[in-house]
C-alpha cells in the first residue's frame, strides 16, 4: 500500500512563494492521476489541483489558477505544488492524493497534510 | 465551480441508519458517475468510503452504502457506530471544459 507524506509547508508573508512535495513510498505512483486538496482552519475540504500519469495534462480551481502549478516528478516518485502570490485566504492544510479512478476525484490514499500559514 | 450543498449536520443513534445528501447540478453530479464520499476524522487523513456513485474501495464495511438520483448523490450508514462520528464530504467530477473536481462543504456526524 502506498503512504503518502506532503512536506514544505509552513509561515510565509502574503505574495511569497511555497513549494510543496508528496514523496509516495510503498509503491510507484506513476500510474496515477494525483491530487492536492486543501482545508483551511475550521472550513471543509476544498480541491486545488490535478495531474495526469504523464503531467502533461493540469486542471486547477480558479482561486488558485495562474498562481499555482502542480508537477510531478515520476522517476522519484513524488508530487509538487508551487504556490506564488500567496494570500491570506491560501492558508491552510494541503493534502496530496492518489486517484483511484483517472482523474475523477476518487481519492483513495491521502497525506497526512502540511500546513501552510499565510501572515505579516 | 460552486461547492455541491450537504446538511451542515446529521445525528442517530447506535444501530439506526442515517441519509445524507449532496446536491449538485447537471454539470456535476448529474452528468457524471464520479460521485465520491469521503470520511474526515478531526487531525487525521481524510478517507475514501465511496466512489463512483456506489462502490465501496477494498475494506469499506458494508454498512456504508452511496446512490445518485439526477443532481443528487446520497450516503447511507446502516447500523450506525460510535466511531462512525466524523466529518463527511461529498466529491464529483465537473466536465463541461472546466475538468475540475468540487466538494460538497461537508456534515458532521454525531452519534447520540
Known amino acids: 500500500e502506498v503512504q503518502l507524506v506532503e512536506s514544505g509547508g509552513g509561515l510565509v508573508q502574503p505574495g511569497g512563494s511555497l513549494r510543496l512535495s508528496c514523496a509516495a513510498s510503498?509503491?510507484?505512483?506513476?500510474?496515477?492521476?494525483m491530487h492536492w486538496v486543501r482545508q483551511a482552519p475550521g472550513k471543509g475540504l476544498v480541491w486545488v489541483s490535478r495531474?495526469?500519469?504523464?503531467?502533461?495534462?493540469?486542471n486547477y480551481a480558479d482561486s488558485v489558477k495562474g498562481r499555482f502549478t502542480i508537477s510531478r516528478d515520476n522517476a522519484k516518485n513524488t508530487l509538487f505544488l508551487q504556490m506564488n502570490s500567496l494570500r491570506a485566504e491560501d492558508m491552510a492544510v494541503y493534502y496530496c492524493?492518489?486517484?483511484?479512478?483517472?482523474?475523477?476525484?476518487?481519492?483513495?490514499?491521502w497525506g497526512q497534510g502540511t500546513l501552510v500559514t499565510v501572515s505579516s | 465551480q460552486s461547492a455541491l450543498t450537504q446538511p451542515a449536520s446529521v445525528s442517530g443513534s447506535p444501530g439506526q441508519s442515517i441519509t445524507i445528501s449532496c446536491t449538485g447540478t447537471?454539470?456535476?453530479?448529474?452528468?457524471?458517475?464520479?460521485v465520491s464520499w469521503f470520511q474526515h476524522h478531526p487531525g487525521k487523513a481524510p478517507k475514501l468510503m465511496i466512489y463512483?456513485?456506489?462502490n465501496r474501495p477494498s475494506g469499506i464495511s458494508d454498512r456504508f452504502s452511496g446512490s445518485k438520483s439526477g443532481n443528487t448523490a446520497s450516503l447511507t450508514i446502516s447500523g450506525l457506530q460510535a466511531e462512525d462520528e466524523a466529518d463527511y464530504y461529498c466529491?464529483?467530477?465537473?466536465?463541461?471544459?472546466?475538468?475540475?473536481?468540487?466538494f460538497g462543504g461537508g456534515t458532521k456526524l454525531t452519534v447520540l
Open positions: 466529491s464529483s467530477y465537473t466536465g463541461s471544459g472546466t475538468n475540475t473536481v468540487v
Open positions: 495531474i495526469n500519469i504523464d503531467g502533461r495534462t493540469t
Open positions: 447537471s454539470s456535476d453530479i448529474g452528468a457524471y458517475n464520479y
Open positions: 492524493a492518489i486517484d483511484l479512478v483517472s482523474g475523477s476525484g476518487s481519492l483513495q490514499s
Open positions: 510503498g509503491s510507484t505512483v506513476r500510474s496515477y492521476w
Open positions: 463512483e456513485v456506489s
